[in-house]
């Protein structure tokens, strides 16, 4: 028995280096620095005696709590805010565990700790298993890449910080010969590639199932719902004929990005200049630039590129309020305040580019 808790000791500083490199103490501390009468002065934290059970590897014993004391795995944590999951996600816990403390607290799967680790950040420094990963997605099909860490990092830009020069290395042999097609199938076909899209279709569809199904040709689609700059750069070189996919609502990427609060001009620029037409092609009745404007982006924040892209934007009505784009940006609102957030110089803009239009009221 002492031998398994002094392997159990070595395990636990050795996960705890791979999720904190150098500061190894962050996580041990949470477990050894207070005495177990001291934890159980506080209700609410995890004590030795919850934890025992993790350290051991006493999976039954942990099935048991769950199952008969569901409200302690939902409400305890330790003193560096862990919550239950993140500890047996630590010791890599075998699926059926994961699955009941979700079961009995979907919740802690978007339960952050004081340093705004969640679940799924440990589950991706630790490489835990897809089917881990898969019962958190159903739990929180949008957390690995809504749920941000201290360093700003979600469980997405995570795994492609991990796998970069993995795909840099595949995509050697194409660096010259400019051959997309077989550049695509090299990377969508590899493991790695397929563990990022597992998190990026669950967070675009909000859904594992259909992230189980999607369609690979769709893969920019999903990227670009999702706050992930480095990813949507490194997919756009080899993906350019993604570009110009339609999706099941036959949606074009640049309607999604269009829509996106985070999209940089940079993005709708790199999209336009993959697949020009897009700009005068209309999603549900309105052409790219009337979404732009209706989900609040500005002059500077493409607005004015995609007027240049399609000029003809500026004197269409859109199709719902019958009003032309200047007009549009002059009724933009908070979603939460409800109170304008109108840009003027967006609205001088579009008035500047075509006077007309007010001549024709």
Not at 84 to 93: P, T
Not at 166 to 176: I, V
Request: proline share 5%.
């Amino acid at each position: 028995m002492m031998d398994l808790l002094v392997n159990d000791a070595c395990l636990w500083e050795e996960a705890a280096c791979a999720v904190h490199g150098n500061k190894m103490d962050v996580l041990h501390s949470s477990l050894m620095s207070c005495s177990y009468e001291e934890r159980n002065q506080t209700s609410r934290l995890l004590t030795r005696e919850h934890l025992e059970p993790i350290l051991c590897r006493n999976w039954k014993a942990v099935l048991v709590w769950a199952t008969f004391l569901p409200q302690e795995v939902a409400t305890l944590l330790d003193s560096k805010g862990n919550s239950s999951l993140h500890h047996v996600c630590l010791y890599k816990a075998p699926a059926h565990v994961i699955e009941a403390l979700l079961y009995a607290a979907p919740d802690l799967a978007t339960w952050p700790n004081h340093e705004k680790e969640f679940p799924i950040h440990w589950c991706v420094r630790l490489d835990s298993p897809d089917e881990a990963l898969r019962l958190i997605l159903k739990a929180s099909p949008t957390c690995g890449g809504t749920c941000f860490n201290e360093s700003n990092q979600t469980a997405i830009s995570l795994l492609f910080d991990r796998y970069r020069n993995t795909f840099s290395q595949l995509l050697l042999p194409f660096e010259y010969s400019c051959n997309e097609k077989e550049a695509s199938t090299i990377i969508q076909t590899s493991e790695k590639w397929r563990r990022i899209m597992l998190l990026t279709r669950a967070c675009h569809y909000k859904s594992v199932d259909m992230a189980l199904t999607a369609r690979p040709e769709l893969d920019l689609h999903c990227i670009l719902g999702v706050d992930c700059k480095v990813l949507f750069n490194f997919a756009i070189q080899w993906g350019s004929k993604m570009a110009q996919e339609r999706d099941e609502e036959g949606r074009l990427p640049l309607h999604i990005a269009v829509t996106m609060p985070y999209t940089s001009t940079e993005t709708l620029r790199e999209l336009l200049r993959r697949f020009p037409k897009a700009a005068k092609i209309v999603d549900a009745g309105r052409l790219p630039l009337v979404a732009a404007i209706l989900s609040g982006k500005t002059w500077e924040n493409g607005v004015q590129l995609l007027l240049e892209a399609e000029p003809r934007a500026l004197s269409t009505r859109e199709r719902l309020s019958g009003l032309y784009p200047f007009a549009l940006a002059a009724t933009i609102t908070s979603s939460e305040t409800h109170k304008s957030i109108a840009d003027v110089d967006t609205i001088f803009q579009l008035l500047k580019a075509g006077p007309e239009c007010i001549r024709s009221l």
